[in-house]
């Protein structure tokens, strides 16, 4: 039987982050498995970007994930091991145009991720990483757009809809 514990945080800021993961350790008395899924969509043409949008998308798919697992480390360090999961996506592969942000910070990710693997396996702890492609759950509703939103939000639209490319 297995039990799931919920908590709300933002995780780009460290202290709730770390209350949230306290919060999980003492109600489930321990995590096994810390899975790093929290993620944002921006589309913007590169000539409408700023750096903000990227530090944006770095604070939340790669800082955050550092700082969960220098946080759960120690806890799993003292069980004797653990999981971690990644999710990363198909965009941190391969450049998806209009999405560079995004991008930047999901192929940061796939490689933090892959020496993260490597060097916690020595501590018994397993680090998987998912590159979903784009899934169809309503992501253009939900993603910020700059530039000339209406178009960018047409082009967003038809790839999560392309039966070829995107998943349900």
Request: charge should be negative; hydrophobic fraction near 45%.
């Amino acid at each position: 039987l297995a039990r799931l514990f919920l908590s709300v945080c933002d995780i780009t800021k460290a202290g709730e982050l770390s209350q949230s993961l306290d919060k999980a350790i003492d109600n489930m008395g321990g995590i096994d498995l810390l899975v790093n899924n929290a993620g944002s969509i921006l589309v913007v043409p590169f000539t409408s970007m700023e750096k903000e949008d990227f530090e944006a998308q770095m604070r939340l798919h790669v800082y955050a994930v550092i700082d969960a697992v220098q946080m759960i480390f120690p806890h799993f360090k003292r069980r004797g091991g653990g999981r971690i999961l990644n999710i990363c996506s198909l965009g941190g592969k391969v450049a998806v145009p209009h999405m560079l942000p995004y991008d930047t910070s999901k192929f940061a990710l796939a490689g933090l991720s892959q020496g993260l693997s490597a060097e916690l396996a020595a501590h018994n702890i397993c680090v998987t990483t998912a590159y979903p492609t784009v899934m169809r759950t309503g992501s253009p509703i939900q993603a910020v757009f700059k530039g000339n939103h209406e178009k960018e939000y047409e082009w967003l639209q038809s790839l999560d809809n392309l039966p070829v490319l995107s998943m349900s």
